[in-house]
Every structure is written in structure tokens, then in C-alpha cells.
């Protein structure tokens, strides 16, 4: 079974990154990430205290799959986690497109409901822009290719 290849340009990973720049800034976030499904870090800014990012987005990707069973998330596209610490920050979990989503880490001094608007904001205006990208470009098929004949030579080992 053949994966599909995440890519982006250039271009769309620079608006992403612009756009998360201005979803902190207005979030006052300690910071934000755009984590592929698969636990892939497609972007990030601001930098977690505890935890390396790409662990991190990792971790999250579980997270949010696990409150998928638990929670029927097709009623909300979002889903908030509110620790009760003050050194720890609240999680904002919001899908831009069925295979990524953002991730907002903010505190006390944000209500959740600021935070849930501007997450919604930025899902609306970056998900086009991962819609066009995700397709396969050139390139693309022969990366699969390559995948399925390594497969192939190692199956039998």
C-alpha cells in the first residue's frame, strides 16, 4: 500500500508560517504548531518549553486521534484542554483540512473563546492553500515508485 507524499511549496509553507506568526501574536500563545495527522511538523512558531517541537507535534497527532474515539469530533472541528496549573499552558486543537491540523499552547491571561475564533480564522485562510499543495505534482509518482521497488527488494529478507 503506497503513502502519500505531503508536499508543499515553498510559498504556501512561508504563508503558513506568516499566518501562525499572526495567530500567536493575536492569541498572545506561548506558541503554536501545524501538525500534519501523522504527527509530521509542517510548521511552528514560538518554541515549547518542555518538549522538543517535532516531539511534540508527534505526541499531539496521538492526542488529538485518541479524543477522536472518545469524542465524536465531526460535530467540532475544535477541542479545547484546559489545565488547571499556572505553569502549564491550555491546548487548542483545530483541523484545517481532514489531514492537518493546528495546535495553539496559551494561557490564563487568553479566554478560550478568543482563542477558538482565531484558530477557526486561521483553518479558513491557509486551508486552500494545503488543499492545492497536497495534490500529487511531478516527481511525486516517482518517489512512490522507488518506495514500492525498495518494498519489493526487502519483502523477501
Known amino acids: ?56 507535534g508527534t505526541i499531539s497527532a496521538g492526542v488529538l486521534s485518541a479524543i477522536q474515539v472518545v469524542v465524536n469530533l465531526a ?31 496559551f494561557g490564563s491571561a487568553t479566554s478560550d473563546q478568543v482563542v477558538c475564533d482565531a484558530a477557526r480564522c486561521f483553518a479558513d485562510e491557509v486551508s486552500a492553500h494545503l488543499a492545492e499543495d497536497q495534490s500529487d505534482v511531478g516527481g511525486v509518482s516517482t518517489a512512490q515508485f522507488i518506495e514500492g521497488k525498495i518494498e519489493e527488494l526487502f519483502r523477501d529478507l
Open 75 to 105: 460535530e467540532s472541528a475544535g477541542v479545547t484542554m484546559r489545565f488547571h496549573s499556572r505553569s502549564m499552558p491550555d491546548f487548542h486543537f483545530r483541523w484545517v483540512n481532514p489531514r492537518v491540523f493546528v495546535l495553539v499552547a
Open 1 to 56: 500500500m503506497a503513502r502519500r507524499i505531503f508536499l508543499l511549496s515553498g510559498e504556501a509553507i512561508q504563508l503558513i508560517e506568516k499566518k501562525l506568526g499572526e495567530l500567536v501574536k493575536q492569541t498572545r500563545a506561548q506558541f503554536s504548531q501545524v501538525i500534519d495527522r501523522s504527527g509530521y511538523l509542517v510548521a511552528t512558531c514560538g518554541k515549547p518549553p518542555h518538549i522538543h517541537p517535532e516531539e511534540l
